[in-house]
Each structure stands twice: as C-alpha cells, then as structure tokens.
C-alpha cells in the first residue's frame, strides 16, 4: 500500500521558516507526482507546491513564490517543504499527497494518496 508521511509543521512567528517532510513508501509507479495541500479553518484545501519525479520540474502557487520551496531527498522518497518569511496567512493543516503520473497538477481530487497533516501555525 502507498503510505505518505507528513510531518515538520508546528509554530513559528511571522518571518519565520519552518521545513515540512513527507516520506513516501509503497510506491510501484515509475513516474508520480508529489504536492503539497494546505487547508485554514473554514476554507476549500488548496494547492501550495509540486514536483514531478519525471524530470524534477516544480510548480508553486503564486501566494508561496520565491519563499517556499520544494525538494526531492537523495533516495527519492522523501519531499521537502522548506518555507520561509511566513505569513499569518500561511497558517493552515498542510498535507502531501502523490499522483501516479508525472504530469503537475494543481486539483486535490487529481491525487489519490494523501498523508495525514501537520499543523503549521504562524504567529503575529
């Protein structure tokens, strides 16, 4: 079974940088998709950042450019969220999720495989 791992979240003030892992196991898929989702009390998830295993290509939704960013570790199954300069409204359970295609898409219901989330809280 494929089982994705989040973790690293927690509270930090604003400025601040915190660094998300997701580890991935069970995978049989030659090429896949790893995204990271976050979701605040009371609104829709939404997608924060993707890799593709295929060629490594990343997307980032335009409110993270330039201060998130996504990584593969050396063995592959680990993908990392590195933010930085957060913002209050970074605030939100984040979750990483994977695809069994290597084609970025941004739509939760586009990813089968969801990990469990982690809390990060920014504070002012």
């Known amino acids: 079974d494929v089982q994705l791992q989040a973790s690293g979240g927690g509270l930090v003030q604003v400025g601040g940088s915190l660094r998300l892992s997701c580890t991935a196991s069970?995978?049989?898929?030659?090429?896949?998709?790893i995204g990271w989702f976050r979701q605040a009390p009371g609104k829709e998830r939404e997608g924060v950042a993707w890799?593709?295993?295929?060629?490594?290509?990343?997307r980032y939704v335009d409110s993270v450019k330039s201060r998130f960013t996504i990584s593969s570790g050396v063995s592959k199954n680990t993908v990392y969220l590195q933010m930085n300069s957060l913002k209050p409204e970074d605030t939100a359970v984040y979750f990483c999720a994977a695809r069994d295609t290597g084609v970025i898409a941004p739509i939760p219901r586009l990813y089968d495989y969801w990990g469990q989330g982690t809390q990060v809280t920014v504070s002012s």
């Open positions: 890799i593709s295993s295929t060629d490594g290509s990343t």
């Open positions: 069970g995978f049989r898929f030659d090429d896949y998709v």
